[in-house]
Structure formats: structure tokens, C-alpha cells
């Protein structure tokens, strides 16, 4: 069975400030997404990463794949209230097969 | 893009009563489809796979005949909780791949179904 760790698994910070939330596993990973979900809601598909060493970028998150792909990072920059929400890795072991998530890291932000 | 249905969003119901949640590919076929559950404040788990015109392959420790899924088309797969009990009280999620693609990388969510169980 595949784990996939996520931290940290909370989170609370002040407006402005940077954070960083890792993902890692044990096994090499065929892709890796990362979501974001509010509650209530289903996730929401931020960037999905395949290559390792890859580097992508959307707005104030940077997201990172390690090059032997059994690791990830999600980089927030000066955060904002806006922000505030569960933040989820999700991998694929083998393609075509199913997601498996992490524990999920919920991030707060205050004004 | 391609969107997701699941129906009902929300559900109360008495305990030992079924309940059935849809999920539905709007516009695009899937053949394979993923129900999770998520409890408050934790991650999605992965409950079954579901294909296409056979049967769904089951997770560890779910119960198959305590949520029958049914995915009769290329657009709709069913969960059904049987005889819900409040521990089945959950945030139900499906998942539908793209059959065209064939990857993860077009895989697509519901909005999911809060499911309560008095």
C-alpha cells in the first residue's frame, strides 16, 4: 500500500507571510496533482506535475517535483486571507489507476 | 471544461434507510469512475473503482454490500449506502477519468454529497 505524507497537517499563519507544505513517498510516483478544497466542496485541480525536477508556477504558489519524483513541495508566497483552505497532494502510482490523497494540510490565514 | 455532477449535495436521512448518490459525466465519457469519503477535517479515501459494465473493486475494510456501486453507462456510476447507520454520516466525492485520455491528468471531480444519518 502506497503512503503519501503530507505536512503539516495545520497550519496558521499571518497575512504576509511565505509558507511551504511537503508531500512524500516512499514509491516514485507517475504523476503528482495538488488541490485545494473548501468545505462543503469537492477539491479543486491547482497543477498537476509529471516530471521530475519540474518546477511550476501560478500566481503567489510555486509547486516542485523532485527529480527522483517521490516528493513535492507547494510554496506560498506573502499569503492571504484568501488562501484559507484544505490544501491536498494527490498522486498516481501507476497511470490509470486511481489517486491516492494526502492527509491534507489546512492552512490558515489571518488579517 | 468538463464538469461533474453528483447528486444530491446534501443528504439527512433515518438510520437503516438506503441512499443513493449520482455522479455524472456531463460532457465527456468515462469508464472509469472513483468514489472517496472524506470525514471532517481529513483527507479523501479512496473507497472503490469503479469500470465501466463490470464490478467495482473494492478498497481495503469497505464493505461491498454495504455500498453497492452500479455504473451501468459511460456517464453515470451510482453509490448506494445501504441500511445507513450515523457512522456512514460522511462527505461522499466521486471521481471521473476521461476515457479518451486514459490519464490521471484529466481526471475530474464532483462537487460531493454530504451524506447525515440520524
Known amino acids: 500500500t502506497q503512503l503519501l505524507e503530507q505536512s503539516p497537517q495545520f497550519l496558521s499563519i499571518q497575512e504576509g507571510e511565505n509558507l511551504t507544505v511537503y508531500c512524500n513517498s516512499s514509491?516514485?510516483?507517475?504523476?503528482l496533482q495538488w488541490y485545494r478544497q473548501e468545505p462543503g466542496e469537492g477539491p479543486v485541480l491547482l497543477v498537476t506535475?509529471?516530471?521530475?525536477?519540474e518546477v511550476k508556477k501560478l500566481k503567489r504558489l510555486t509547486f516542485q517535483f523532485g527529480d527522483a519524483r517521490k516528493d513535492s513541495s507547494l510554496h506560498i508566497t506573502a499569503a492571504q486571507p484568501g488562501d484559507t483552505g484544505l490544501y491536498l497532494c494527490?498522486?498516481?502510482?501507476?497511470?490509470?489507476?486511481?489517486?491516492?490523497f494526502g492527509k491534507g494540510t489546512t492552512l490558515s490565514v489571518s488579517s | 471544461g468538463a464538469v461533474v455532477s453528483q447528486h444530491p449535495s446534501r443528504v439527512i436521512c433515518k438510520s437503516g434507510t438506503s441512499v443513493k448518490i449520482e455522479c455524472r459525466s456531463l460532457d465527456f465519457q468515462a469508464t472509469t469512475m472513483f468514489w472517496y469519503r472524506q470525514f471532517p477535517k481529513q483527507s479523501l479515501m479512496l473507497m472503490a473503482t469503479?469500470?465501466?459494465?463490470?464490478?467495482?473493486?473494492?478498497e481495503q475494510g469497505v464493505e461491498k454490500d454495504k455500498f453497492l456501486i452500479n455504473h451501468a453507462s459511460l456517464t453515470l456510476s451510482t453509490l448506494t449506502v445501504t441500511s445507513a447507520h450515523p457512522e456512514d454520516s460522511s462527505f461522499y466525492i466521486c471521481?471521473?477519468?476521461?476515457?479518451?485520455?486514459?490519464?490521471?491528468?484529466?481526471?475530474?471531480f464532483g462537487s460531493g454529497t454530504q451524506l447525515s444519518v440520524l
Open positions: 469503479s469500470n465501466e459494465g463490470s464490478k467495482a473493486t473494492y
Open positions: 471521481s471521473a477519468r476521461e476515457a479518451a485520455t486514459g490519464s490521471n491528468e484529466k481526471l475530474f
Open positions: 514509491s516514485v510516483f507517475s504523476s
Open positions: 494527490a498522486a498516481c502510482y501507476q497511470a490509470g489507476t486511481a489517486l491516492i
Open positions: 506535475v509529471v516530471t521530475g525536477g
